[in-house]
């Protein structure tokens, strides 16, 4: 199971990290025209309506056929390259923190490293590590997503460089402040939910199906994530239109663009002008996504530490499952 666990300690941290990269790389692949549709979704400034004529995307399937219209196949990679980075840092770092923060309470403290809370504050710590490890290439993947035909940035080199001249080191931090706001409760709810998620199906499925852990890790994984996502949306919403801030030019052929002054002004502007709706812009393939990523996430981290455990100590029992 996800976290240290003393009764059957297998993977080390740098295990932990190889298992937490691997499993964001396979997860990308797999989820990334779902997140190019949410951040399409998030930086559009119009009623997300068919209604609205002004509006250039109404809905998933409308939005689907005419990235796929307009820009090809290809477009539902767009910015693949920074968000591989991402998701292969990200992954090695949280969980490589998080098993060895889940490891420091227990051998430091008198709380149960398997307890649902310790897990939630583990998993938000971790969290907001990775995060200030790969916010330069979230930002990066973010434009790259947001960007239209012709493109501004036509790879990832001319994308730095351009960005750093013109816009300065701080450019690659736009954000920030909110997704560290909104990682922590975001993370740690989904180590919580998957935790206790985990703990129930104990309780639920008999010991004679237990052979089906892998599809059980799946499950749990994705509604915690479903959860999680749920309650911490709005943040997310504000930081990819913080991180686009400066790239206006690239979101003319998209519709309306607004410039923010902070945190503060972009919420006053989004409830101002697109009311509480605007807070949860694209959240349906946000909670899809948060679903097929978070579920695999956790299917594969636990499927590669199996395997390097076994890999490792071929003669030893296998990892307790959760």
Not at 55 to 61: N, R, S
Not at 133 to 138: E, G, L
Not at 222 to 226: D, K, L, Q, R, W
Not at 256 to 260: H, S
């Given at each position: 199971?996800?976290g240290?666990d003393?009764?059957?300690?297998c993977v ?5 990290a190889?298992a937490g990269s ?9 989820v990334?025209?779902?997140d ?8 559009q400034?119009e ?7 002004t ?7 409308q ?19 920074p ?8 992954g ?5 923190t ?12 008198s ?6 809370f310790v897990h ?9 590590t990775?995060?200030v ?6 930002t990066?993947?973010?434009r ?6 012709p ?6 080199r001319?994308?730095?460089?351009t ?8 450019t690659f931090?736009?954000g920030?402040t ?8 975001y993370?740690?709810l989904?180590?919580f939910f998957?935790n206790?998620l985990?703990?129930?199906s104990k309780w639920?499925?008999p010991a004679e199906a237990q ?7 799946l499950?749990?994984g ?5 959860i999680?996502?749920?309650?911490t ?13 400066g790239f206006?030019?690239?979101?003319a052929?998209?519709g ?5 002054g ?7 502007q989004?409830?101002r002008?697109?009311?509480p ?5 694209g ?5 899809l996504?948060a ?6 996430i956790f ?6 530490c ?7 100590s071929p ?8």
């Open positions: 199971m996800v240290y003393p009764g059957a300690r080390s941290s740098a295990e932990a190889a691997a499993s964001g790389l396979v997860t990308r692949v797999l990334s025209p779902l190019v549709l949410k951040i399409r979704f998030q930086l400034i009623q997300l309506s068919s209604r609205n004529p509006a250039k995307y109404h809905g998933i399937l939005a689907v056929q005419r990235i796929f219209r307009e820009e090809g196949l290809t477009a539902f990679w767009k910015g693949h390259v968000a591989q980075f991402l998701s292969i840092g990200f090695a770092v949280q969980f490589m998080f098993e060895s923060l889940t490891e420091l309470v227990h051998n430091v403290t709380f149960n490293a398997r307890g649902s939630l504050v583990c998993g938000g710590l971790a969290a907001c990775a995060t490890a790969v916010q330069p290439v979230d990066l993947r973010t790259f997503a947001a960007q239209g035909e493109k501004i940035y036509p790879n990832l001319h994308a730095v460089v960005m750093y001249r013109t816009e300065g080191p701080r931090y736009r920030l909110p997704t560290l706001v909104a990682i922590f409760p993370a740690g989904q180590f998957y206790i985990q703990q129930f639920v499925i052979s089906g852990a892998n599809v059980k890790n499950v749990c994705s509604c915690a994530g479903v999680s996502k749920s309650l949306y709005p943040l997310d919403v504000v930081k990819k239109r913080l991180q686009v801030g206006e030019q690239a979101r052929a998209f309306q663009v607004r410039t923010y902070g945190l503060l002004d972009c919420m006053r989004i409830m002008e697109e009311g709706g605007g807070f949860f812009k959240l349906s393939p946000s909670l996504k679903a097929f990523s978070t579920g695999l299917f594969w981290y636990e499927l590669f199996g395997l390097l455990c076994a890999m490792r003669e030893s029992t296998e990892r307790k499952e959760g």
